[in-house]
């Protein structure tokens, strides 16, 4: 594989299916970040979730539609309902957006 420099001193590349990429942690990194969004169950596919994970553990879409509206009320332990997260994926779909 070819592997390229990624933030945070990582490396990218790209599996031989060409379906999806693989970054390498630095050695001795214990952080892991999830492929999926333990709030709404979507692919975790930016650095921008990536990044919300690391604040909120949730992707950079539940940040935006939950915790930065109300970052308080989200620090006092406040989540979502299973139906609130369920209606925004609808809705998403509906509006033909990106989850």
Not at 53 to 77: E, I, M
């Amino acid at each position: 594989m070819d592997w390229r420099p990624y933030p945070n001193d990582r490396l990218i590349a790209q599996h031989p299916s060409g379906e999806f990429y693989i970054i390498k942690p630095v050695k001795g990194m214990t952080r892991v970040v999830p492929i999926f969004c333990p709030m709404c169950a979507t692919m975790m596919k930016s650095f921008y979730d990536e990044s919300a994970f690391d604040k909120f553990r949730c992707c950079d879409k539940c940040a935006s539609a939950w915790v930065y509206p109300d970052l308080d009320r989200w620090k006092s332990g406040w989540r979502p309902s299973e139906e609130d997260v369920k209606d925004r994926i609808s809705l998403s779909k509906m509006n033909n957006e990106p989850i």
